[in-house]
């Protein structure tokens, strides 16, 4: 795995990064697909470690000369050390780092100290994983990405198109509950290419906050930012209003902004600065939800219908 890190941080063609990253994936045990992905794009399964700077440097010990890690060591090692707590966290993190760099080559210290300290640039982050998926998989890469968007897990989406193929990767499919990749800008030329690219089209007003889904599964929400971080805590007001809205399970895309006396969005830093606030009784708690689209709504999916039904749809699901 660090060798192939380090060989696709000596490349710049892509074909090149999805062979090489292909020859990978087709070696690997079905349980170490999610991790070896969550390590080449950077991502650790684990989330944010918070390993600082300070401690890995603490963490410095000569290179092993011999390889003897395996994936899942490492895996259950950054499971420590995220779920280190309380007093002593930052020795006993260095403790692991120690032990663990120890036990590494010079490639491999090189690849865990830039996934540790999130200076991981090789070139192979999701865009390029998701082709290197579908080719090395021999399935569509259309059906790798909406997999991906569906599951917002781009190494079980791995995992299902190199086990199951095609197959396993229409059995992944919205639920609420479950964090999904949101849909984002892309560019065009101008105007007339885009609508020609589109059909028809709305045309919106912007309103620049904090992207946001909110799920409603069972009565509970959850909410989720547009890098799937759970931010249900920080935003009380929100909470409340999905709590109250009808027809059961609800999959809702917007934003969240604050608003000042006379209903006019505030500054975006201030929106910013209130969504950053500490949870659960921030700021944030004080910002309010401007939904524009509804993936989920009447116990089905509807993620799949034109905007303009979606948008009927919403009109329902949301007060005036």
Excluded: C
Excluded at 17 to 24: C, I, V
Excluded at 36 to 48: I, K, S, Y
């Amino acid at each position: 795995v660090a060798e192939t890190s380090r060989r696709l941080a000596d490349t710049s063609k892509r074909s090149e990064k999805w062979s090489l990253l292909g020859d990978l994936l087709r070696r690997l045990e079905p349980a170490e697909i999610p991790v070896v992905v969550g390590f080449l794009t950077g991502a650790p399964r684990q989330g944010r470690i918070g390993v600082g700077w300070r401690t890995l440097q603490a963490a410095r010990t000569d290179p092993a000369t011999e390889p003897t890690l395996d994936v899942g060591e490492v895996h259950r090692t950054i499971d420590q050390l995220a779920a280190v707590s309380g007093p002593g966290v930052t020795a006993a993190r260095r403790s692991l780092l120690v032990d663990l760099f120890g036990r590494a080559t010079a490639v491999e210290q090189e690849m865990l100290w830039r996934i540790f300290s999130g200076e991981l640039r090789q070139g192979a982050l999701d865009g390029v994983m998701v082709d290197a998926v579908a080719k090395s998989s021999g399935v569509p890469v259309a059906a790798v990405r909406r997999a991906t968007m569906m599951s917002g897990d781009l190494g079980e989406t791995a995992r299902a198109a190199l086990t199951g193929g095609t197959a396993a990767l229409a059995e992944v499919s919205l639920t609420p509950g479950r964090a999904v990749q949101p849909m984002l800008a892309s560019p065009a030329t101008d105007v007339a290419a885009a609508l020609e690219a589109t059909g028809p089209s709305s045309v919106e007003w912007k309103l620049d906050g904090a992207r946001i889904q909110a799920h409603r599964r069972n009565g509970a929400v959850r909410l989720y930012t547009r890098n799937l971080n759970d931010v249900t805590e920080r935003l009380g007001a929100v909470v409340g209003l999905v709590e109250g809205l009808p027809d059961g399970d609800l999959v809702l895309d917007g934003e969240v902004l604050g608003v000042d006396d006379e209903g006019l969005p505030r500054r975006f830093q201030d929106t910013m600065g209130d969504f950053a606030a500490d949870a659960p009784l921030g700021r944030g708690s004080g910002l309010q939800a401007f939904f524009f689209d509804v993936l989920h709504a009447g116990g089905a999916a509807i993620v799949d219908e034109p905007l303009a039904v979606r948008r009927e749809v919403l009109t329902t699901v949301l007060p005036a």
